[in-house]
């Protein structure tokens, strides 16, 4: 298992069905690769001690959201940070990736973090090995964040043009869009660290507002779950919609953790109860879900919501 060793039980990814046999179409061709790796986001593109830094699920504690710690870690192990340029994980050795990993694993466990916890580490990540390398369309995540942020600043089009293989004008408007994107999210989470998010006993949440984008406010949201406020609560996070036939309603993204998803914790049951009670909508998944309320009855639904988190969770 190469830089990943210290696992020996990495599972089959979660794609299955039809879509496991995609993919392993795909590699039969060529066209891409699926290996457990590293989990975290930025394999391609970012440095090593961003990695880290960004890292949520699991969280490293005394790593995540610190990146003077992180650079400290990672010189204390003896990573060279730099070359011509700030290294990315793809510009290791297989040994360094794995001293890496292994310290990262004794760093948790030191620290009382569970075996269980540690696993999601490493996961079944996907490989383009026909884009080019260190670019945001090598690796399917980054990929994926790429067109969406095409979606979410509503030139959806650019993404699919990429899709269809336009490496030249679409390419540059999107890798434009992901800039833009990754601006507006620095804006957010430093709104919610000066601003600060209010706790409630099963619940914490913000209110960005005009402040942050409708279309984003989630993903800022899941950014800040684990730097922010109490961890072992979920993230309500309002923002005033953007669409013109919504200008009096309240867009809510909500966000959790597999701890809290241990725990009995199904957002989207929850969101979806809470809002049809002041008459709006809203559903989702168990670990991140929406709704979508009128302004008026903010205060009520926190209070619904909260209610139904304890249900879940207190069982």
């Not at 013109?244 to 989207?268: F, I």
Request: hydrophobic share 35%; proline share 2%; glycine share 10%.
């Amino acid at each position: 298992m190469g830089a990943v060793g210290d696992l020996q039980h990495v599972k089959e990814g979660r794609l299955t069905g039809a879509n496991r046999t995609i993919l392993k179409i795909g590699a039969q061709n060529k066209e891409l690769s699926y290996t457990p790796d590293l989990a975290f986001f930025g394999k391609q593109t970012r440095p090593i001690f961003k990695l880290l830094e960004y890292a949520t699920d699991p969280y490293l504690t005394g790593l995540t959201g610190n990146e003077d710690a992180c650079i400290t870690f990672l010189k204390g192990i003896g990573i060279r940070l730099q070359g011509e340029r700030w290294r990315r994980w793809i510009d290791l050795e297989e040994n360094e990736k794995q001293k890496i990993v292994s310290s990262l694993i004794q760093h948790q466990i030191t620290r009382g973090i569970p075996a269980h916890r540690l696993q999601r580490m490493v996961q079944e990540v996907y490989t383009l090995k026909n884009e080019n390398e260190g670019t945001e369309l090598r690796d399917a995540q980054e990929y994926s964040t790429l067109l969406n942020a095409t979606a979410r600043y509503d030139r959806a089009e650019i993404g699919l043009n990429v899709c269809m293989g336009d490496r030249e004008d679409a390419l540059e408007d999107a890798q434009r869009l992901l800039k833009e994107h990754r601006r507006n999210l620095v804006e957010g989470m430093k709104f919610v660290k000066e601003n600060g998010v209010v706790e409630l006993e099963h619940l914490k949440y913000f209110d960005a507002g005009n402040r942050i984008r409708d279309t984003i406010v989630g993903i800022v949201a899941g950014m800040s779950h684990s730097t922010i406020g109490n961890r072992n609560l979920p993230i309500i996070a309002f923002a005033r919609a953007s669409t013109p036939h919504e200008k009096e309603g309240l867009k809510v993204s909500a966000r959790a953790n597999t701890n809290l998803l241990q725990r009995g914790l199904n957002l989207g049951r929850a969101i979806h109860t809470a809002a049809e009670k002041v008459n709006g909508t809203g559903g989702g998944h168990d670990i991140a879900a929406g709704a979508t309320i009128s302004l008026q009855t903010k205060n009520e639904f926190i209070k619904h919501l909260n209610e139904e988190i304890k249900k879940q969770t207190t069982k």
